[in-house]
């Protein structure tokens, strides 16, 4: 299976995911939002298609991005929630 299914090289994917790391990693431990630890273990997650050819291995990988992907939209929500009912009781 063809595994380049990026529009970049193998080496700016991995200098791209390295540096998204590194921005959602301080960006949560700035600011601590759940989202960007979830983000920045995401980032780095799409190399894994680079360890298995197999098609599972490639539509699984795609599985635990979307779960990447919702898990941080449900936390952004979830977030969002909070800091309105903490600003409704301090008012």
Do not use: C
């Amino acid at each position: 299976m063809n595994t380049n299914i990026f529009p970049l090289p193998f080496s700016a994917h991995l200098i791209f995911s390295i540096f998204a790391f590194v921005i959602f990693m301080f960006q949560f431990i700035r600011v601590r939002r759940p989202y960007q630890l979830l983000m920045a273990a995401a980032v780095p997650a799409t190399l894994l298609i680079y360890v298995n050819d197999s098609k599972a291995w490639f539509y699984g990988i795609g599985i635990a991005e979307a779960i990447f992907i919702i898990a941080s939209l449900v936390s952004v929500f979830i977030s969002r929630k909070s800091k309105k009912a903490d600003a409704g009781n301090k008012a």
